[in-house]
């Protein structure tokens, strides 16, 4: 389906040509004086200077072409604007092909494209933190919204499996059990099934490993050996890993899936691995790697550079590989198994440079064709209240299982106290809350911007916020039931000002979602809701409308309110939250 803008400014287009003017002068905007109409048309000024006319002459012929029917209001003003209020047929019909097309009638720009969007990289062995919530968050969002304008989606989770902190924690394991069978290099049995270790022991051991490494360079050097044995292949500390990895990931999936968020692909660095040394081979061929102080690197600086950009990294001196040669052996990876359109990345922006020289070395290589778009979001800091990076109140990093929980239980006592639900579906409804609580907390902001996490502001029922988004869903699914049959219900001419404008609003869905989209931000569809919603909340204080005694009439706010939750449902979904039956 065509956007309205777009219909209002095709006609608009056509009677400038018809009235003997450039076409290209018809370009319709929504008005920047609502007190006076809904959209408006500056064409006439422009188009003065070039036919040497009067713009209110210019728009007066043009306003003379425009059916009248479309229009509660077309009228050329001084010095030479059009203004344009919209009938109520006009969006009566425009809402009713809105309500029936399949998704709202947007138009599947993805179709036949691929993305994949990298939105994870927790590291293995190493609790989830607030510093992956939000491109967990982020990157769910714009995944569930590419994937609503067509596109083939694939959310890489691309897992941290394979650095130097699986060898930090096989040398820390090592010296306090030597005795196990993983470290006996003769050792030719089958190793236990069972993990020497527990989730929590793990989740010890590494910042133990961590500490140490720093005050002990004798014990950092068989951390760095242990590493280097593990990516070549040695059995034990392969068997070792993988029991780090599947405790790990386990309980990843547990977080993730409660903050309904899904992977597509679980691959991790470990699997771009065996990509690396064709790879090489590859670039160095082309000619591009060079020796620079032992290590093999790529140059990626340009003439254009403003700030120096040092080339990528590609083998280390001590012939080990890195993050940026395990990011370009994923894309290799990615081109291979998936062919995308487009590869998005999500992390934190102190990773731009990174992803600058690495996209760079990707180009320079042909390692991603010209074809495939390369994005990255890097996205902002969560502050706590005294605008310095979130800690717990002892200082530490907050795992995301605490922030989670704690979000929980705030919600929880709201939803006790207010009764707002029988006892045993406070849980329940608590989770739904707080998930929209924290994600619309996070996602209101534009992603690259660093934002306050405050727990009271997210999770109050007023304001802008998840809670009062829902609330508004709620409100209309109870008058919804109340009602009865309702999905069938034609849209209608709007019967007073606050339907007018809450039509005008639902109108606009396509137009946010698509600037939601070319934008990567999540917070326009936050935007959109906010407004929707409190245009839903007007309508329904000024409408008597489960009393409406003429039954016709009524039946036009039902299919309004019915057509305002599917569209709010949508939006939350697209942002990764649902909303509750009661709240
Ligand atoms: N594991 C990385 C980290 O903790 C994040 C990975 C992001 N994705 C990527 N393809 N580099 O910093």
């Given at each position: 389906m065509e956007k309205i803008l777009d219909i209002i400014t095709g006609k608009m287009e056509r009677a400038f040509a018809e009235a003997g003017f450039d076409a290209a002068f018809g370009r319709v905007t929504v008005s920047n004086r609502p007190d006076l109409c809904e959209y408006q048309c500056n064409g006439a000024l422009a188009a003065a200077k070039q036919y040497k006319r009067a713009p209110i002459q210019i728009a007066n012929e043009v306003v003379s072409k425009l059916a009248a029917a479309d229009y509660d209001l077309v009228e050329a003003v001084m010095p030479g604007f059009i203004n344009l209020k919209l009938s109520g047929a006009f969006l009566?019909?425009?809402?009713?092909?809105?309500?029936?097309?399949?998704?709202?009638?947007?138009?599947?720009?993805?179709?036949?494209?691929?993305?994949?969007?990298?939105?994870?990289?927790?590291?293995?062995?190493?609790?989830?933190?607030?510093?992956?919530?939000?491109?967990?968050?982020?990157?769910?969002?714009?995944?569930?919204?590419?994937?609503?304008?067509?596109?083939?989606?694939?959310?890489?989770?691309?897992?941290?499996?394979?650095?130097?902190?699986?060898?930090?924690?096989?040398?820390?394991?090592?010296?306090?059990?030597?005795?196990?069978?993983?470290f006996d290099p003769d050792y030719t049995g089958a190793y236990p099934a069972e993990p020497p270790f527990t989730l929590t022991e793990l989740e010890q051991i590494y910042p133990a490993a961590s500490a140490r490494k720093k005050e002990d360079p004798d014990f950092a050097g068989k951390a760095h050996q242990a590493t280097f044995e593990l990516q070549s292949g040695r059995p034990g500390y392969r068997a070792l890993w993988r029991h780090i990895m599947d405790l790990s990931v386990a309980d990843m999936t547990r977080i993730y899936d409660d903050l309904d968020v899904h992977f597509e692909s679980w691959l991790g660095e470990s699997d771009a691995d065996p990509y690396i040394p064709a790879m090489l081979e590859n670039i160095k061929a082309q000619g591009l790697a060079v020796m620079s102080e032992g290590a093999l690197v790529m140059p990626v600086a340009e003439p254009t550079d403003k700030k120096e950009v040092p080339p990528c990294i590609l083998v280390k001196s001590d012939g080990s590989s890195i993050y940026a040669t395990t990011d370009l052996a994923t894309m290799v990876q990615r081109m291979a198994d998936w062919r995308p359109d487009k590869l998005l990345y999500l992390t934190d922006k102190r990773q731009a440079l990174h992803f600058e020289q690495v996209f760079r070395a990707a180009r320079k290589s042909g390692i991603v064709p010209p074809r495939t778009e390369l994005e990255h979001i890097g996205f902002g800091?969560?502050?706590?209240?005294?605008?310095?990076?979130?800690?717990?109140?002892?200082?530490?990093?907050?795992?995301?299982?605490?922030?989670?929980?704690?979000?929980?239980?705030?919600?929880?006592?709201?939803?006790?106290?207010?009764?707002?639900?029988?006892?045993?579906?406070?849980?329940?409804?608590?989770?739904?809350?707080?998930?929209?609580?924290?994600?619309?907390?996070?996602?209101?902001?534009?992603?690259?911007?660093?934002?306050?996490?405050?727990?009271?502001?997210?999770?109050?029922?007023?304001?802008?916020?998840?809670?009062?988004?829902?609330?508004?869903?709620?409100?209309?699914?109870?008058?919804?039931?109340?009602?009865?049959?309702?999905?069938?219900?034609?849209?209608?001419?709007?019967?007073?000002?606050?339907?007018?404008?809450?039509?005008?609003?639902?109108?606009?869905?396509?137009?946010a979602m698509e600037a939601a989209l070319a934008g990567s931000a999540p917070n326009l569809i936050c935007a959109y809701i906010y407004e929707l919603a409190g245009w839903v909340n007007k309508f329904y204080h000024e409408t008597p409308i489960l009393k409406e005694e003429d039954h016709a009439l009524q039946a036009g706010y039902i299919a309004l309110m019915g057509l305002a939750k599917r569209v709010l449902e949508q939006c939350i979904y697209l942002l990764g939250f649902q909303a509750p039956d009661k709240m």
């Open positions: 009566a019909r425009y809402l009713e092909q809105m309500r029936t097309a399949p998704d709202f009638g947007i138009r599947k720009t993805g179709e036949g494209k691929t993305i994949v969007v990298d939105y994870g990289g927790p590291n293995v062995a190493k609790p989830l933190h607030i510093g992956h919530l939000r491109s967990a968050i982020i990157g769910e969002s714009l995944k569930r919204l590419y994937k609503f304008f067509g596109w083939n989606t694939i959310g890489d989770i691309h897992l941290g499996d394979w650095g130097l902190q699986m060898g930090l924690i096989i040398a820390e394991l090592q010296e306090r059990q030597p005795q196990l069978p993983y800091t969560m502050n706590g209240k005294d605008g310095k990076p979130f800690k717990t109140r002892e200082g530490g990093v907050m795992r995301l299982e605490r922030l989670i929980g704690d979000m929980t239980d705030f919600v929880r006592a709201k939803v006790v106290e207010n009764r707002i639900v029988e006892a045993d579906q406070v849980e329940a409804t608590t989770k739904i809350i707080a998930m929209a609580a924290l994600k619309y907390g996070d996602l209101s902001n534009q992603p690259t911007k660093d934002y306050i996490f405050d727990m009271d502001r997210f999770a109050a029922f007023e304001g802008n916020t998840g809670p009062y988004i829902l609330y508004t869903i709620v409100r209309i699914k109870s008058i919804l039931a109340k009602y009865g049959d309702w999905d069938h219900l034609p849209v209608q001419v709007p019967a007073n000002a606050q339907a007018k404008e809450l039509m005008l609003a639902l109108t606009r869905f396509a137009g």
